[in-house]
């Protein structure tokens, strides 16, 4: 993978040849209507050129209003949506695909993702992922949530192997969850970083603090850089936007190798949200 670290327009190559910035606004919890569209346009504003969202998040209508009064070409920004649990298998998928695309209001998506490995029809699921992809309708296909028995399961079967797996992510898991990083990377599949602040929970943890206030940042912004210097894409959420900005000011200082240690050390098996460990 070619990847550069030099400010927002720093990007990573996917399988088929798609760039994607390494930095993205996450929008789940923002509220449908005016708190999605001004955080988006707070974040486009501050120079983010990457959105994720979700159906499930009920917002994509308002992540397409964002986008269009930013008064940027489409091209310029990369939006994700997510294909939610009960709309698997392979009709479904075409459907619900059609349905967020239009409420996005965009004639192409640049990456959908599975949310979740539900067992039973995700291979149905996947075939008609590969079919948007060959329709040009989304640029991009992957998965979110998948541990290594699913991809296995998936790399098994698949035409067009994900481009993508998102998971959470940050020093308070990342050893946890080696296995999954080290099979994406011998696959190919880019890792992206859901919940890399730890939903604000770990914000004031002594020895992130220490990191922090040796360098003169915030620890959101340590917690970013660290999925940085670790190749992740990092999708942080903020609604506000103050944070928004300082969550994407985090090209001005480099963490050390001992100092990357000191964070992987932290590892806890944080989990915030639900857990695909045991999914079967
Ligand atoms: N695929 C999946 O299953 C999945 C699951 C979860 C999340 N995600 C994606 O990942 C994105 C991020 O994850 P997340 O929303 O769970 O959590 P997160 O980004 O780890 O944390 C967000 C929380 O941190 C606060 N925050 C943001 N910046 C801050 C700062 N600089 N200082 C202090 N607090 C700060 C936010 O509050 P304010 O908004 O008030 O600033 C919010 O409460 C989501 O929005 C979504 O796009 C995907």
Same mark, same amino acid.
């Given at each position: ?179 999954? &990083?080290? !099979?994406?990377? +011998? ?5 992206? #970083? ?5 939903? $604000?929970?770990? *914000? %004031? ?27 992740? &894409?990092? !999708?942080?959420? +903020? ?5 928004? #900005? ?5 090209? $001005?200082?480099? *963490? %050390? ?24």
């Amino acid at each position: 993978m070619n990847v550069q670290l030099t400010g927002l327009s720093d990007t990573v190559e996917l399988r088929g040849g798609v760039h994607i910035p390494r930095l993205g606004l996450g929008v789940f919890r923002a509220a449908a209507g005016g708190e999605t569209r001004a955080a988006v346009t707070a974040a486009l504003a501050a120079g983010y050129r990457h959105i994720d969202t979700a159906r499930v998040y009920g917002n994509e209508a308002d992540v397409g209003a964002g986008l269009r009064a930013s008064g940027l070409d489409r091209e310029q920004v990369f939006v994700t949506t997510k294909l939610w649990n009960d709309d698997h298998g392979y009709r479904r998928t075409l459907d619900a695909f059609e349905a967020s695309r239009r409420r996005l209001g965009l004639d192409y998506v640049d990456l959908y993702l599975v949310h979740w490995p539900v067992p039973g029809l995700r291979l149905d699921t996947w075939r008609a992922m590969e079919h948007l992809l060959e329709s040009g309708r989304v640029r991009a296909i992957g998965v979110s949530n998948y541990m290594t028995r699913h991809l296995d399961e998936l790399l098994a079967n698949a035409e067009q192997p994900p481009a993508v797996n998102q998971i959470e992510l940050s020093p308070y898991n990342y050893r946890s969850r080696r296995d999954v &990083v080290d !099979l994406c990377r +011998s696959a190919g599949i880019a890792v992206e #970083a859901y919940s890399p602040l730890t939903k $604000g929970s770990k *914000l %004031t943890d002594p020895p992130l603090v220490h990191v922090a206030d040796s360098h003169g940042v915030s620890t959101a912004q340590v917690l970013i850089r660290w999925g940085l210097q670790k190749g992740l &894409v990092e !999708l942080p959420k +903020s609604t506000r936007p103050q944070r928004i #900005a300082a969550n994407a000011d985090v090209y $001005g200082f480099d *963490l %050390t190798a001992e100092e990357m240690v000191t964070l992987d050390s932290l590892d806890e098996g944080l989990v915030t949200g639900w857990d695909p460990t045991h999914a079967p």
